[in-house]
């Protein structure tokens, strides 16, 4: 039993050690001189260089496709996270004919690839004049987001008890403020880590980004990274200081609420 356990506390230290080892190296050579990063590679910091972070926000203006992140990624949790929430409540407490194929269809259309849609929202977001704007990403997003919401959500409100519901029911209670004052604070673990990985999804996303906007003002994160390249060379030094830049917040958020990401995320399951 102890050889067991001290198996599987080596076995989880290795696994975190090589999880763990790409976000040091890229922290590391980020401080380090470019020219140091193929010359004489190290795994321990010789000099604390932050000539990568200072031409980040004083050449780049990296804060543009942050602030551009922030704003698109918060808008479209915030207008898709209350939208899946009914959607999932109504899938799982009432009876909606056809309930498997509308959940079906749900998972259908996350499954397309996204360069099989581009054509047709490029058009739709040209004719409403919607290119190069957070409501142009927005609106996308919300496609890509809402099935996964839709998804967990639908999960977590089948396996919550009802007799709580049947109780305010009984005592005259609303569809509505059932909804507002019993399932939704019941069901908080799970709306935050929907949220928050809805967040990340859009904080993430590469491809409607490149596709939908048109120039550096509105450029997201990862966009704006890719879009370092020079015509000669990659300033390595630059793109890994950029990705630790935008680590920094998703990481922050993750260890902030961790307990609810992991609750949320399980309680299907230990309930089932």
Known sequence: MRRGRIAASAAGILLLAALAFPIYWMTI?????????FEAPSLLPRTLFLGQYRALFDERDFLVPIRNSAIVAAATTAIGLPLAALCAYALARLRVPGRAVLLALVL??????????????????????????????????????????IWLLTAFFRDLPPDFEDAARLDGASRGRLL???????????????????????????????????????????????????????????????????????????FAFQRRIVAGLTSGASKG
Do not use: K
């Open 29 to 37: 050579s980020s401080l380090s001189p470019e020219r140091q990063l």
């Open 108 to 149: 259908a259309v996350s499954m397309f690839p996204q360069i099989s849609i581009i054509p047709p929202l490029y058009l739709a977001l040209r004719s409403l004049h919607l290119l190069d704007s957070y409501p142009g990403l927005v609106l996308p997003y919300l496609t890509l987001t809402m099935p996964l919401g």
């Open 180 to 254: 507002v004052d019993i399932v939704l604070p019941l069901a908080a673990p799970a709306l935050a880590s929907t949220a928050i990985l809805m967040f990340l999804y859009c904080w993430n996303e590469f491809l409607f980004a490149l596709s939908f906007t048109l120039g550096p003002e509105r450029y997201t994160v990862p966009v704006a990274i890719a879009l370092f390249r020079g015509q000669y060379q990659v300033p390595w030094g630059e793109v890994l200081a950029a990705a630790v830049v935008a680590t920094l917040p998703v990481a922050a958020i993750v």
